[in-house]
């Protein structure tokens, strides 16, 4: 794993001051430089949230939507995000770590330095998203559609990308061969220049009507 293909990690202070989600104000939604730990937040709509060098340990965001939201240096630990709204939101230097990612939904987002790491992130949607230096390590991505995403230096490493969706997204230079699925929606000429393992491309090769030969 080169420099150049590793996301820059979140750049937090050394000592963050706890502080509590109702110290947000909702006419200037911004949160910064605190940690917000074992809360619930529900319910909350806010356009243009804005957070930055903050970390959060145990939170439970529940039937929220933070469209066109701005993150930079956060830090998410062991939270429940699921179903959680990010249309059209802006990530840079963000951390999942642990979270349970059911749903979430980051479509038309900019994500750019993120990593996701030992997350549940099933039915999650990145419709025509840009992705660029993200890694999502040991997260199971089951049924979640990447459709006309944009992906630059991406990193899948030991996912669990069952009936992931595709289409309409070039695969060029992704490395998918630690990875595992039953079943995979791409189309034939995106997958050109996609490293894959030696069995993976036998079942690749089955989409082309080939019979490999032991």
Request: aromatic share 8%.
């Amino acid at each position: 794993m080169t420099k150049e293909t590793t996301p820059e990690a979140p750049k937090l202070p050394q000592e963050l001051e706890p502080i509590s989600w109702l110290e947000l104000d909702p006419d200037d939604p911004e949160l910064s430089n605190g940690r917000i730990e074992d809360a619930v937040v529900e319910r909350e709509e806010i356009t243009k949230l804005v957070l930055s060098k903050m970390l959060f340990r145990g939170v439970k965001f529940q039937q929220c939507a933070f469209p066109k939201a701005d993150l930079t240096d956060v830090v998410f630990d062991s939270c429940d995000l699921s179903n959680a709204s990010f249309k059209n939101a802006c990530f840079g230097r963000v951390v999942f770590r642990g979270c349970k990612l059911t749903g979430l939904d980051l479509t038309e987002a900019h994500v750019g330095n993120v990593r996701f790491e030992d997350c549940l992130a099933s039915l999650s949607l990145f419709e025509d998203a840009t992705l660029k230096q993200v890694r999502f390590e040991r997260t199971s991505l089951t049924s979640s559609n990447f459709y006309n995403c944009a992906l630059g230096k991406v990193q899948l490493l030991e996912c669990d990308l069952s009936d992931v969706d595709f289409t309409q997204t070039r695969l060029a230079g992704i490395d998918i061969s630690t990875c595992t699925f039953d079943n995979l929606h791409v189309s034939l000429p995106s997958l050109v220049g996609c490293q894959v393992s030696p069995e993976q491309a036998i079942g690749f090769a089955a989409l082309l009507g080939l019979k490999v030969k032991r």
